[in-house]
């Protein structure tokens, strides 16, 4: 399995990914902006600080003027970049995925890394082909002025009792005193940096992950629950009642926002996003635009579309006044919107229609049964609408469903949404039952409440 995804570079540390591959990396990055400057980052995980200091020696063999920003959450890194004024940037770390791996996001210039990039990266790393020059090097500590932004841009109006879970992640540097500036009271759960995340996996998505939180809000009576991905740039929450909340419904609130805030506005959604979020962002009179799902897709259509607002259902939203997506900045807005509406979060949640949905499913195969089953859906599903905006997609008169290839992970993802339980076993009877019977069993348990 190649460590070079479509849109980052990670791998298992040791196995796919080791400090020679870092330096080759750093010295291939350092060559393609042609020495220039850059932010380096780097997240909790064990393995981060050698990779980032081979890295670093990578870069400054190109001439590159570095600026090291220590260990953050990676919206701080983005943050930096743009303050900063650099030419780009490189967070040393794997996001959500378990703990043995690690990985490099990696900005090139003010868009969003695209495929090529990543390919003209490898490409480089094994040919060799680097320029050199003598790099100059600083730390800065780039954490004041990103306090100073928030303070512009939210609210002190903090009246929430709050669990934050950092699940022992990069947020845990700052998501609590974060909570606690805008006022509001905090109960930390894994707020301490250890990088093999000892409590829970680092991905906040799969709700099976925030047993703890959703256990530790309802014990204490708290408002609400939010938890962070590994490295802080993704945010999901828990409701008052410990229940999990899909990430299209707290997309759904922050598009009320800022449609009003702004009267009218493009917004960027998830393509396998929930049917709510078209029809509710058309209703606020915005201009729902889907993207294929990745964080670098979702970012450039946001940029170039102009966009107010975007939203992915593994939890990353974007904003207008930042330029790109933070988890941090996106709990403390939300929490002031709650605020604001005056009304438990439970209550708004149950106001808010929810569609018979699966969550994001994730089937672990081999390449070429990835492509097999793609195939196999696009030939059953030939006499429905078929779309390809991220992998195939069908949409049949009561449902559809979408199977796609993970830019992340070695995986297919599968959706499905329909009106009733009955019309999603009609539609996975059609398409799985007869060569993917696990797969039509995953998607029915799924769709199963306790």
């Keep these: 399995m190649s460590m070079y995804k479509e849109c980052d570079i990670r791998g298992v540390y040791q196995e796919e990914l080791k400090e020679a591959d870092a330096l080759l990396i750093g010295k291939a990055v350092g060559t393609i902006l042609k020495g220039g400057s850059l932010v380096v980052a780097g997240d909790a995980r064990y393995s981060t600080e050698s ?18 920003i220590g260990m953050t959450p990676t919206p701080l890194l983005y943050f930096a970049k743009k303050k900063l004024a650099l030419d780009g940037g490189v967070m040393v770390t794997a996001s959500h995925n378990p703990a043995q791996y690690n990985g490099f996001k990696i900005s090139l210039g003010d868009s969003p890394i695209e495929p090529k990039d990543i390919a003209q990266i490898e490409t480089l790393a094994n040919s060799e082909e680097f320029i050199s020059g003598t790099g100059t090097y600083e730390f800065l500590d780039i954490t004041d002025s990103y306090l100073s932004m928030i303070d512009e841009n939210i609210l002190k109006s903090g009246t929430l009792k709050v669990v934050v879970d950092c699940g022992n992640g990069a947020a845990s540097i700052l998501a609590p ?31 099976k992950h925030l047993s703890a939180l959703k256990e530790a809000v309802t014990i204490h009576q708290a408002d609400v629950g939010i938890a962070f991905d590994g490295d802080g740039d993704r945010v999901i929450f828990v409701d008052n009642k410990g229940r999990f909340c899909e990430s299209e419904a707290i997309f759904v609130l922050l598009c009320d926002y ?7 506005g493009k917004i960027v959604y998830d393509g396998k996003s929930s049917s709510i979020v078209n029809k509710h962002i058309t209703h606020r009179k915005g201009i729902p635009i889907p993207e294929r799902s990745g964080h670098a897709f979702i970012k450039k259509r946001f940029l170039m579309e102009e966009a107010i607002l975007a939203g992915e259902v593994s939890g990353h939203f974007f904003f207008k006044e930042l330029g790109h997506d933070d988890g941090l900045f996106g709990a403390l807005k939300f929490l002031q919107i709650l605020v604001e509406r005056g009304e ?11 569609p018979l949905i699966t969550p994001d499913i994730r089937i672990y195969i081999d390449e070429d049964e990835r492509e097999a089953i793609l195939s196999h859906v696009e030939q059953l599903g030939s006499s429905y609408t078929l779309s390809y905006l991220d992998g195939v997609r069908v949409d049949y008169p009561k449902g559809w469903v979408v199977v796609r290839k993970s830019v992340t ?41 306790d």
Excluded at 180 to 186: A, I, L, Q, W
Excluded at 197 to 205: A, E, L, T
Excluded at 344 to 354: G, P, Q, T, W, Y
């Design 344 to 354: 438990s979060l439970s209550a708004i949640m149950d106001k808010i229609e929810k």
């Design 177 to 207: 005193v974060l909570l606690e500036r805008m006022g509001h009271t905090v109960i930390p759960l894994f707020c301490e940096c250890e990088g093999h995340f000892p409590n829970r996996n680092p991905n906040p998505s799969v709700e």
């Design 51 to 68: 990779l980032k200091k081979t890295l670093i020696e990578g870069l400054l063999s190109t001439g590159a003027h570095v600026v090291d």
């Design 258 to 264: 800022y449609l009003e805030k702004e009267a009218h």
């Design 409 to 449: 992970e070695p995986c297919v993802t599968l959706r499905l949404e329909a009106n009733s339980y009955e019309d999603a076993v009609d539609i996975t009877e059609h398409l799985f039952k007869e060569k993917y019977p696990e797969v039509e069993e995953l998607i029915l348990m799924s769709l199963k409440k």
